[in-house]
């Protein structure tokens, strides 16, 4: 099984909202990624947490806030986003190196 | 220079056909390689990956890798409509390295 989930698929939000997206996965894998993809260009990473803790912030804006609450689950909250924010946002996990994606989230801010 | 590198296409072939995808990348020190097949408004999906030099085959799908040359190819035999969508190169640096670097992937369509 190398299923991983995310919610919501769709997401449309006000510059001023606070949101949040969510990833799950229960693969036992050691390290997840939150990446934005915009529309044909590949995707960029943006953070990694590996055994939980955040090992790579590939510089983004403090508006993305990502959490780990378990080694299961992986979160990234909105606020206060642009219009040039929405984008496809997708989770993966791995454990050694092969990545496996979740279907994304699609984000459109107004 | 971009670090991975893919021809964006649209790369057409014949269904039944041989597909031949080809990528290549900058840092000689490079240890994994990666194949994503992505349908348009979808997600990534991971097909193949190698770490050594030669040739890996799982079904219909062989990848290539030749570290001398820094070059790593897909190739599609009988190939179906099912097979369009964007093709994702993938590398990863030094092993261990968590941070895939992506080609721009090249769009491939199968004709019926």
């Known amino acids: 099984d190398t299923e991983v989930t995310q919610t919501p698929k769709h997401l449309v939000m006000g510059m001023t909202n606070k949101k949040s997206l969510k990833c799950e996965q229960h693969?036992?894998?050691?390290?997840m990624y939150w990446y934005k993809q915009k529309a044909k260009k590949p995707p960029e990473l943006m953070f990694v947490?590996?055994?939980?803790?955040?090992?790579i912030n590939e510089s983004v804006p403090s508006r993305f806030s990502p959490e780990c609450p378990n080694s299961s689950l992986l979160n990234l909250h909105l606020h206060a986003l642009q219009p040039e924010d929405s984008a496809l946002y997708l989770c993966?996990?791995?454990?050694?190196?092969?990545?496996?994606f979740g279907p994304g989230t699609r984000l459109t801010v107004l | 220079q971009k670090e991975v590198e893919q021809n964006s296409g649209p790369l057409s072939v014949p269904e039944g056909a041989i597909a031949s995808l080809n990528c290549t990348y900058s840092?000689?020190?490079?240890?994994?390689f990666f194949w994503y097949r992505q349908y348009s408004g979808k997600s990534p999906e991971l097909i193949m990956f190698?770490?050594?030099?030669g040739d890996k085959e799982d079904g219909r799908f062989t990848a290539q890798l030749n570290k001398a040359s820094q070059y790593v190819s897909l190739l599609i035999r009988d190939s179906q409509p099912s097979d369009s969508a964007t093709y994702l190169c993938?590398?990863?640096?030094?092993?261990?390295?968590?941070?895939?670097?992506f080609g721009t992937g090249t769009r491939l369509t199968i004709i019926p």
């Open positions: 993966a996990s791995s454990q050694v190196e092969e990545q496996f």
């Open positions: 693969m036992g894998h050691r390290a």
């Open positions: 947490y590996s055994y939980e803790k955040l090992s």
């Open positions: 840092d000689r020190g490079s240890q994994s």
């Open positions: 190698i770490y050594s030099n």
């Open positions: 993938a590398v990863i640096g030094n092993f261990g390295n968590e941070k895939l670097t």
